[in-house]
Structures are given as C-alpha cells and as structure tokens.
C-alpha cells in the first residue's frame, strides 16, 4: 500500500477543476463548489466560537418560512450570500432568512 503524502493530496479546488473540466455544461461549477467549502469553514467557525461571541440564540426575528431565525442562521445565510457572490459564478441568490433574491 503506497501512502499519499498530505502536500500530494489534491485540494478541493483542484479537485473540481479537473473533475469537470472535460465538460461544458459545468463551466464554473468548480467555482461554485469552492465558494460553498469557504461558507462552510467560515460556518464552522463562528459555530466554534459561538458561546464566547454571546451569538447563540434567537435574533428575534421571523423568516420568510415564519420561524424564527437564530443568530447562526444569520451568520450562515450572510457566509455563504458572501462566498457565492465573490465566486464570479452565481447570478442570484436565495435563501430562507432573506426575505427577497440577492442578485449578485
């Protein structure tokens, strides 16, 4: 069995380049995938540092859904709207706790 060193292994951004590349129809799909990984790391921290930055909870707030919205939900809606939107991919954006489209 051959290891793969770390620095050998493929980013997700390689990844997604080459795994559509031969294809058309998914021009800058890769793009887009990257965007939603940063959201996700970006999500993943602020849910790590939640407690200490007092934003857990309700904001108070009702979605378009008629829930109420929590402060993660927030931060995970503007995460990715931001990660999306710097993708150079996305034209529009919905989502739950924006009440109308983001049009990018």
Same mark, same amino acid.
Do not use: H
């Given at each position: 069995?051959?290891?793969?060193?770390?620095?050998?292994?493929?980013?997700?951004? *390689?990844?997604? #380049?080459?795994?559509?590349?031969?294809?058309?129809?998914?021009? !800058?799909? *890769?793009?887009?995938?990257?965007?939603?990984?940063? !959201?996700?790391?970006?999500?993943?921290?602020?849910?790590?540092?939640?407690?200490?930055?007092?934003?857990i909870g309700s904001?108070?707030?009702?979605?378009?859904q008629g829930e109420?919205?929590?402060?993660?939900d927030t931060a995970?809606? *503007? #995460?990715?709207? *931001?990660?999306?939107?710097?993708? !150079?991919?996305?034209?529009?954006?919905?989502?739950?706790?924006?009440?109308?489209?983001?049009?990018?």
């Amino acid at each position: 069995m051959t290891l793969i060193k770390p620095s050998a292994r493929p980013t997700l951004s *390689d990844y997604a #380049a080459d795994a559509w590349s031969a294809d058309n129809r998914y021009k !800058g799909l *890769d793009f887009v995938i990257v965007a939603i990984s940063e !959201g996700a790391v970006q999500i993943e921290e602020k849910v790590r540092a939640a407690t200490l930055a007092d934003v857990i909870g309700s904001s108070g707030e009702v979605n378009v859904q008629g829930e109420i919205v929590q402060y993660l939900d927030t931060a995970a809606s *503007d #995460a990715f709207v *931001d990660t999306l939107s710097r993708s !150079g991919r996305v034209a529009a954006i919905g989502c739950e706790e924006i009440e109308g489209t983001v049009v990018v």
